[in-house]
C-alpha cells in the first residue's frame, strides 16, 4: 500500500557530506513523523533524526551540530543533510513513516530498504 525509497548513500571522506532522500507513495492519507534511523554492522538500529508533520525536529546527540532533517509535505519525501561525518557514522541508514493509510483509520509504520553510507578516507 505504501513505499518508501531511499537515496542518495554512498563512500564519502571524513568531514564530508551526503544528503539522503526518502520519498513516500502509495495510497497515503497523511505523514505524521518521518524518521531515519541507522544500524552498523553488529549494532542495534538506533533513531538519528525525526521530524513530525508540523516541522518539530529532534535528534541523537552524536548528530546534533552535524546532521538536518526536513521534509516536503507536498513531496511526501524527507531528507537527512549530514555534514562533517566521521568513520562512525558507516552504517545503513533506514527511513521510516508514521502513516495514515487512504481508507483506514489507524497509523502505520513503513521503512524503506536501507541505503549504505561510509565514511573512509
Known amino acids: 500500500q505504501v513505499q518508501l525509497v531511499e537515496s542518495g548513500g554512498g563512500l564519502v571522506q571524513p568531514g564530508g557530506s551526503l544528503r539522503l532522500s526518502c520519498a513516500a507513495s502509495?495510497?497515503?492519507?497523511?505523514?505524521?513523523?518521518m524518521e531515519w534511523y541507522r544500524q552498523a554492522p553488529g549494532k542495534q538500529r538506533e533513531l538519528v533524526a525525526s521530524?513530525?508533520?508540523?516541522?518539530?525536529?529532534n535528534y541523537v546527540d552524536s548528530a546534533k551540530g552535524r546532521f538536518t532533517i526536513s521534509r516536503d509535505n507536498a513531496k511526501n519525501t524527507v531528507y537527512l543533510q549530514m555534514n562533517s561525518l566521521k568513520p562512525e557514522d558507516t552504517a545503513v541508514y533506514y527511513c521510516?513513516?508514521?502513516?495514515?493509510?487512504?481508507?483506514?483509520?489507524?497509523?502505520?509504520?513503513?521503512w524503506g530498504q536501507g541505503t549504505q553510507v561510509t565514511v573512509s578516507s
Open positions: 521510516k513513516a508514521v502513516v495514515y493509510v487512504r481508507g483506514t483509520r489507524s497509523a502505520q509504520d513503513y
Open positions: 502509495g495510497s497515503i492519507f497523511s505523514i505524521h513523523a
Open positions: 521530524i513530525t508533520d508540523s516541522g518539530i525536529t
